[in-house]
């Protein structure tokens, strides 16, 4: 079965700090991958999604970027973090375009 | 994406069956409906998804409308782990925006 990986779970950071997030998933090739950031009480903002290695696009102008080294290998990025980078990191994946998502466990960061 | 419209917020009896709409007027003859929801804290859960029949499955039933502009997740005996916020999407291309979606509270 299919499976998703996100870490860390919680992360706290100074503003200016480097970023990275991790997001991994096994038992599937070739899946679509996503990032996306919720603010408090806020829906889902789609950052970036990606439908093979070196294939990603950005969605949202902002101080972040993501990369995909490998297959199933998705990583969020930033050089320095602002504080208005807190929020829900959420990563997902899909096998395809029509069907749905299924999404990790996310990363709360919070920026100090 | 195909915009979708859901009330911010709505309540439920303990026991009674939960109806949340969603309007998505701007949907394509080859685009699903999909409810998600989320638990506080945690990712958003799938539900069910459709695309002209209705369908059923142990979490929920979706009921669509002929003319597929708009639809209704129900959960049938609605329990106090229900309680979330419930998102309807249309995606395209692969790629959704998650609204602010429908606030479900069930009460005791």
């Known amino acids: 079965s299919q499976t998703i990986h996100q870490w860390p779970a919680t992360l706290v950071q100074p503003v200016g700090s480097p970023l990275s997030l991790e997001c991994t998933v096994e038992?599937?090739?070739?899946?679509?991958l996503y990032w996306y950031r919720q603010a408090a009480g806020r829906g889902l903002q789609l950052l970036f999604y990606s439908i093979g290695i070196d294939q990603i696009s950005s969605e949202v102008p902002q101080n972040l970027s993501a990369s995909r080294p490998q297959d199933r290998q998705f990583i969020l990025s930033s050089k320095k973090l602002l504080l208005s980078d807190s929020g829900f990191y959420l990563c997902a994946w899909t096998p395809g375009t029509v069907y749905g998502y299924t999404f990790g466990s996310g990363t709360r960061l919070t920026v100090v | 994406d195909a915009k979708t419209t859901q009330p911010p917020s709505m309540d439920c009896a303990e026991g009674r069956a939960a109806n949340l709409p969603c309007n998505h007027s701007t949907i394509s003859g080859n685009e699903y409906v999909y409810w998600y929801r989320q638990i506080h804290s945690q990712g958003p859960q799938y539900i069910i998804h459709?695309?002209?029949n209705n369908e059923t499955n142990e979490m929920a039933s979706l009921i669509i409308t002929e003319d597929r502009k708009s639809s209704t997740l129900i959960l049938p005996h609605a329990t106090l782990r229900d309680t979330a916020v419930y998102y309807c999407i249309v995606p395209n291309a692969g790629k959704s925006t998650f609204g602010d979606g429908t606030t479900l509270t069930v009460k005791p």
């Open positions: 038992g599937t090739s070739n899946p679509n």
């Open positions: 459709g695309l002209k």
